[in-house]
């Protein structure tokens, strides 16, 4: 089946650095990734859709400048997480379409998440 | 009015029981349904999906009652590893092909 691998699992950095997360669908092109953040008993809120070879759709809310979204290939888009503070930590995950395989699920494939945690 | 709600619990059941959980969107425009399983610090994974003729998979059945906006999910026989949160899930409705998550309904099977 479709598998998206998400890098790091966890990152601990300081305030005021920036962390980049990726997320790369493994055997099947992704044109359509969507980022998701997750806070202690809260659920997955979208963040933002990430197009391939274009620019990312972002939900009300989200600071398109702190969070920058690439896909620059049909198969990686990364998340940098700009001048991280401690309010930004959260539990990260992406999500991939493969359109092909997934079909009961209408494509959609999670990465295993990433923690982060600013200090 | 948030898009999709649940229950938040946690339901405490012993091992064996039979548990629901409910789930109610406020979209009439939504087009497809899930149940997600979500274990402490993990990604969501799918669980299944929910239509209008009701589906079943082994102890899970779902249900959908479009009129209401409800979802439902029943476990029977539950298992100590049935254990963990239940995220109701519903796609489009104007958002087009984006998932919009329920806050979860947390379950704990015990001894």
């Known amino acids: 089946g479709a598998v998206v691998s998400q890098h790091p699992s966890w990152v601990i950095c300081k305030s005021g650095t920036s962390v980049k997360i990726e997320c790369r669908s493994l055997?099947?092109?992704?044109?359509?990734m969507f980022w998701y953040r997750q806070f202690p008993k809260q659920s997955l809120m979208l963040m933002a859709t990430s197009n391939e070879g274009s620019k990312a759709t972002y939900e009300q809310g989200v600071e398109k400048d702190k969070f920058l979204i690439n896909h620059a290939s049909l198969t990686l888009s990364t998340l940098t997480v700009t001048s991280a503070h401690p309010e930004d930590s959260s539990f990260y995950i992406c999500?991939?379409?493969?359109?092909?395989?997934?079909?009961?699920?209408?494509?959609?494939?999670f990465g295993s998440g990433t923690r982060l945690t600013v200090v | 009015r948030k898009e999709v709600e649940q229950d938040p619990g946690p339901f405490n059941v012993p091992e064996g029981a039979t548990v629901a959980f409910n789930c109610t969107y406020s979209n009439s425009a939504s087009q497809s349904f899930f149940w997600y399983r979500q274990d402490c610090r993990k990604e969501p994974k799918l669980l299944m999906s929910?239509?209008?003729s009701g589906n079943e998979d082994g102890r899970f059945t779902a249900q959908l009652n479009r009129a209401s906006q409800y979802i439902s999910l029943l476990i029977r026989d539950s298992k100590l590893s049935d254990s963990a949160t239940y995220l109701c899930v519903v796609r489009g409705g104007g958002g087009g092909n984006k998932l919009t998550f329920g806050t979860g309904t947390q379950l704990k099977v015990e001894l």
């Open positions: 999500s991939a379409r493969d359109l092909v395989t997934s079909k009961s699920n209408y494509g959609y494939t």
């Open positions: 929910v239509y209008s």
């Open positions: 055997d099947f092109q992704a044109t359509t």
